[in-house]
Structures are given as structure tokens and as C-alpha cells.
């Protein structure tokens, strides 16, 4: 079957240490996405991919890092420097993220939920 | 800069009570409207996109429309089942990389 699959469900991150979050598509979808969703706020864009080794910020990409080094793989690492990490994070992906493109639907994958200790 | 409010935040309904859920739309050129459904502690699944004022689409209990300014899902006869919250986004046409725009969504409760 095809879709995204995040791992793992839950993570725990300690005071001053940096934790990676998997995401991985078997759609064969050029561009990929991590949102980050806070209770009673809408999904926020953290950093989005539109083709291998290229990537761009977001609107809240400060304390957060992403490589696209596989077409299917889009892992984010959440740094020490962010300092409210808790939170459930969220991957997507579409068909196609170049601009002159109209109207691509975006997939999401099942979550992880980052837990501060 | 693109604005996506969902009313009401949170909707009960009885089994078999008709009701709609509202999204107002601010967005320099649409390019299109997406509906997903979230259930608690899972990624949202895809519902609709509309993509241009005056279309409906349609999906078993529900219904889409669009309008130049929002957007309706109408639920009728919804059974326990349909409880989730219902995301809205938009997509501009000045935008790069599929980016949406989201409301924070409505919480839909269906008791039997």
C-alpha cells in the first residue's frame, strides 16, 4: 500500500538535546512538508521541499533542520534551540510542489507527538 | 497575508441533525480550497478540494461548496461516526510549493 509513515508515535526529548523525526512516502511525490499543530491552532508550516537537496523555511523553521537527501525520505530534527518543542508534528507530501503547477492535494502522514522531560 | 477562520470552534449535533460548518477565506487569488478530516491523535485525512466559486462536491453524509469568500460543509443526517475535527485550507496562486494556509478547525461531536 501506498502512503507515509511517520516513526516513531510518541518521542521524548531531554532539556538541551536534539531529537530527529522520521518521515518516509512511497507515493513517489516530488515535494514534502512538516507542520507542527498546537492544541486550538491550526496546522504552521515549519519547512517544505519541492525536489531532492533543495529545501525552503517555513513560517516557523527557527530551532528546527530538515535534509532531503532521498525523494522518499524527509527526516526533521528539532533542536535545542527550539525552545517549546512539545508539540504533534505532522508530514505531508504532494504530487508536485513547483510553482506553475495548479491545485496539488497534500497527504499527511499519522503524526509524532513530542514530549518535553 | 492569506487568513483561513472556521466557525463555530466546536459543534454538537444529535444522530440525524443536518448542520453546516462555516470557512471564511482571505487569500490574495485562490488557487484552491482543501477540506480534511483529523481524528484525535492521527494526520488529517482528505476530503475535498474546491477550486473555483459555485462548485460542490460531495462525499457520502457530506458536502462542499465555495464561494468568493468561504466555504461550507454541510453534514446531513451525520451518525456518531463523523465526530472529528474538520480542517479548512487555502491555497494562493502567488505561492510557491503547494504551501496551505489552515483554520484551526471544528470540532464536530455526533451523539447517538
Known amino acids: 500500500d501506498g502512503g507515509i509513515t511517520q516513526s516513531p508515535k510518541y518521542l521524548f526529548r531531554k532539556e538541551g538535546q536534539n531529537v530527529t523525526l522520521s518521515c518516509e512516502q512511497n507515493l513517489n511525490h516530488d515535494a514534502m512538508y512538516w507542520y507542527r499543530q498546537d492544541p486550538g491552532q491550526g496546522l504552521r508550516l515549519i519547512y517544505y521541499s519541492q525536489i531532492v537537496n533543495d529545501f525552503q523555511k517555513g513560517d516557523i523553521a527557527e530551532g528546527y533542520s530538515v535534509s532531503r537527501e532521498k525523494k522518499e525520505s524527509f527526516p526533521l530534527t528539532v533542536t535545542s534551540a527550539q525552545k517549546n518543542p512539545t508539540a504533534f508534528y505532522l508530514c505531508?507530501?504532494?504530487?508536485?510542489?513547483?510553482?506553475?503547477?495548479?491545485?496539488?492535494?497534500?497527504?499527511f502522514g499519522p503524526g509524532t507527538r513530542l514530549l518535553v522531560l | 497575508e492569506d487568513q483561513v477562520t472556521q466557525s463555530p470552534e466546536a459543534l454538537r449535533l444529535q444522530e440525524g441533525e443536518s448542520s453546516s460548518l462555516n470557512c471564511s477565506y482571505t487569500?490574495?487569488?485562490?488557487?484552491?480550497l482543501f477540506w480534511y478530516r483529523q481524528d484525535p491523535g492521527k494526520g488529517p485525512e482528505f476530503l475535498f478540494t474546491l477550486y473555483s466559486a459555485g462548485e460542490e462536491k460531495e462525499k457520502e453524509r457530506l458536502k462542499a461548496t465555495l464561494t468568493k469568500k468561504e466555504s461550507f460543509l454541510h453534514i446531513t443526517a451525520p451518525k456518531p461516526e463523523d465526530s472529528a475535527t474538520y480542517l479548512c485550507?487555502?491555497?494562493?496562486?502567488?505561492?510557491?510549493?503547494?504551501?496551505?494556509?489552515f483554520g484551526e478547525g471544528t470540532q464536530l461531536t455526533v451523539n447517538p
Open positions: 485550507a487555502v491555497q494562493a496562486r502567488e505561492t510557491s510549493g503547494s504551501r496551505l494556509t
Open positions: 487569500v490574495s487569488g485562490l488557487r484552491g
Open positions: 505531508a507530501s504532494s504530487i508536485r510542489g513547483r510553482f506553475e503547477v495548479a491545485q496539488e492535494t497534500q497527504y
